[in-house]
Nanobody, 127 residues
Framework: QVQLVESGGGLVQAGGSLRLSCAAS????????MGWFRQAPGKEREFVAA????????YYADSVQGRFTISRDNAKNTVHLQMNSLKPEDTAVYYC????????????????????WGQGTQVTVSS
C-alpha cells in the first residue's frame, strides 16, 4: 500500500503560480512512477504530468508544456508540480498518483496504469 497526500492548492489569479506537493508513505517510493492528473467539473480526469521512477524522464500534456514542471525527491518521498503562468482553464482538482507498472506496455501518461491515488487538491485560477 502507498498513501498519497497532496497539498499546495488554492486560489490564484491568472498568470500566477502555485506549487503542488505530494507526500508518499508506505512502500518504496522510488519503485513507482508518479503522475499528476486533474479533473474539472463535468469533465473526465486527464493527464497533466508524470515522472519515471528514477526521475530521469518526464512527460507533460500539451496544454501545460512549458508552464508546468514535475520533479521528485526520492529521499524525501515527495513529488512536486510547479505551475506557472496559470490560466482559468487550469482550474480543477489535481490528483497525485503512483504507478508500479514497468516494462513493455507501461507508460506513465496512461491513467489506468496507476495503482494509488491521493484525495486531490483544488486549484482555482481566476480571470
Amino acid at each position: 500500500q502507498v498513501q498519497l497526500v497532496e497539498s499546495g492548492g488554492g486560489l490564484v489569479q491568472a498568470g500566477g503560480s502555485l506549487r503542488l506537493s505530494c507526500a508518499a508513505s508506505g512502500r518504496t517510493f522510488s519503485a513507482y512512477a508518479m503522475g499528476w492528473f486533474r479533473q474539472a467539473p463535468g469533465k473526465e480526469r486527464e493527464f497533466v504530468a508524470a515522472i519515471r521512477m528514477s526521475g530521469g524522464t518526464v512527460y507533460y500534456a500539451d496544454s501545460v508544456q512549458g508552464r508546468f514542471t514535475i520533479s521528485r525527491d526520492n529521499a524525501k518521498n515527495t513529488v512536486h508540480l510547479q505551475m506557472n503562468s496559470l490560466k482559468p482553464e487550469d482550474t480543477a482538482v489535481y490528483y497525485c498518483a503512483a504507478s508500479s507498472c514497468s516494462g513493455f506496455g507501461c507508460h506513465p501518461v496512461i491513467l489506468i496504469q496507476y495503482d494509488y491515488w491521493g484525495q486531490g487538491t483544488q486549484v482555482t485560477v481566476s480571470s
